[in-house]
């Protein structure tokens, strides 16, 4: 039962351009959500978070919108940079312990 | 600041040999993480300690794995025997109840040990 989806597996932007990754919930109890970067061979790295306090929260490029009532949330790159291009996983947790991943969608963004 | 520390990086072993993974994670982080991650897939829970106390280790197929966390430090998980369905990169990560970026329970993982079972 995958509880955080990303339906997306893949996406190409160009260069300079928008990026915007998907990625819905199950269970409304989950109250903080997390969005990670994974280069090839690497481990995840921690990109941008958000409570469910918030419904937006932004980091330099990055910003994650949270709407609770759609389970639903997405992560905004602007502009997008080759740099960008790797596999990015939400993560969702409601204990502040046990994390939830989605399946990943592969952003290349295209110079 | 050294990350998470996971070794080692490939491992090929044959079914039913036993196999074991070793993880050093971020000085001072209480919380140790073990992951699975199948191919196309996200990381998914085996086993979260706080400190050296297993508080949650229901995802853990405990009829072949094990893993211990002695001194609350580092960490080893072991497969004994292991099965073909086994191959999969297992990550370790780390948390602590406040990072420098002031938000609780980021995990930072490790780069991982991918195993091949033949």
Known sequence: DQQVKQNSPSL???EGRISILNCDYTNSMFDYFLWYK???AEG????I?????KDKNEDGRFTVFLNKSAKHLSLHIVPSQPGDSAVYFCAASNTGNQFYFGTGTSLTVIP | EAGVVQSPRYKIIEKKQPVAFWCNPISGHNTLYWYRQNLGQGPELLIRYENEEA????QL???RFSAERLKGVDSTLKIQP?????SAVYLCASSSSRTERGSKNIQYFG???RLSVL
């Open chain 2, 111 to 113: 780069a991982g040990t």
């Open chain 1, 49 to 53: 978070s958000i409570s469910s306090i």
């Open chain 2, 82 to 86: 292991a099965e073909l369905g086994d």
């Open chain 1, 38 to 40: 994974k280069y090839p």
């Open chain 2, 55 to 58: 508080v949650d280790d229901s």
């Open chain 1, 44 to 47: 995840p790295t921690f990109l």
């Open chain 1, 12 to 14: 190409s932007v160009q």
């Open chain 2, 61 to 63: 197929p405990k009829d």
